[in-house]
């Protein structure tokens, strides 16, 4: 049972660097979702895709793009990375659209260095 | 938009007590409360959820409890074992989309 896999899991960048982090889950979910994680501060969404061929900004989108290559597939893209990026980025995949609608089912993350 | 507040950030009890954490919210229009244990390099795994038109929900040794008048909800476990040992996030629900998680409470389980 893969679930949700995330890679890679660790990544050291440089400021300026581009980078994208990949996900795919193998549930058939429709809604995927894309959180980093601060100290202190919870789960924080980044971009959410309730469905194939859609994308919609969360509560904090700056600095970030997504794609949602297929159902399976939803990656997220720093086009110039910052040091305020540092962070834990998890994805998640929900059966319906919406967070609120049922479980979300997350990855192991990946964990991001920007120096 | 949502607002949680998570309290304690840390907590620590012995083996066989109970751990309770208590989570606040800001929007009377929240519906959904779901909790979240997070395990040493692992992603978060729901544990419990409870919907506004319930008080109280329980699975075993966890049990959730919501208040809607005072805008607070809680993580009851009771008979602690080490491997409740995690972090463990709070959210509430807005919307069905608009979701706001507390900034977490580590417990710790000592045997």
């Known amino acids: 049972n893969a679930g949700v896999t995330q890679t890679p899991k660790f990544q050291v960048l440089k400021t300026g660097q581009s980078m994208t982090l990949q996900c795919a889950q193998d549930?058939?979910?429709?809604?995927m979702y894309w959180y980093r994680q601060d100290p202190g501060m919870g789960l924080r969404l980044i971009y959410y895709?309730?469905?194939?061929?859609?994308?919609d900004k969360g509560e904090v989108p700056n600095g970030y793009n997504v794609s949602r290559l297929n159902k399976r597939e939803f990656s997220l893209r720093l086009e110039s990375a910052a040091p305020s990026q540092t962070s834990v980025y998890f994805c998640?995949?929900?059966?319906?659209?919406?967070?609120?609608?049922?479980?979300?089912?997350f990855g192991e993350g990946s964990r991001l260095t920007v120096l | 938009g949502e607002n949680v507040e998570q309290h304690p950030s840390t907590l620590s009890v012995q083996e066989g007590d109970s751990a309770v954490i208590k989570c606040t919210y800001s929007?009377?229009?929240?519906?959904?409360f779901p909790w979240y244990k997070q395990e040493l390099g692992k992603g978060p795994q729901l544990i419990i959820d409870?919907?506004?038109?319930?008080g109280e929900k329980k699975d075993q040794r966890i049990a959730v409890t919501l208040n809607k008048t005072a805008k607070h909800f809680s993580l009851h476990i009771t008979e602690t074992q080490p491997e409740d040992s995690a972090v463990y996030f709070c959210?509430?629900?807005?919307?069905?989309?608009?979701?706001?998680f507390g900034a977490g409470t580590r417990l710790t389980v000592k045997p």
């Open positions: 998640a995949s929900s059966e319906r659209a919406g967070q609120g609608t049922g479980e979300l089912f």
């Open positions: 549930m058939n979910h429709n809604s």
């Open positions: 895709s309730a469905s194939e061929g859609t994308t």
């Open positions: 929007d009377s229009a929240s519906n959904y």
């Open positions: 409870i919907r506004s038109n319930v």
């Open positions: 959210a509430a629900t807005y919307n069905n989309n608009d979701m706001r």
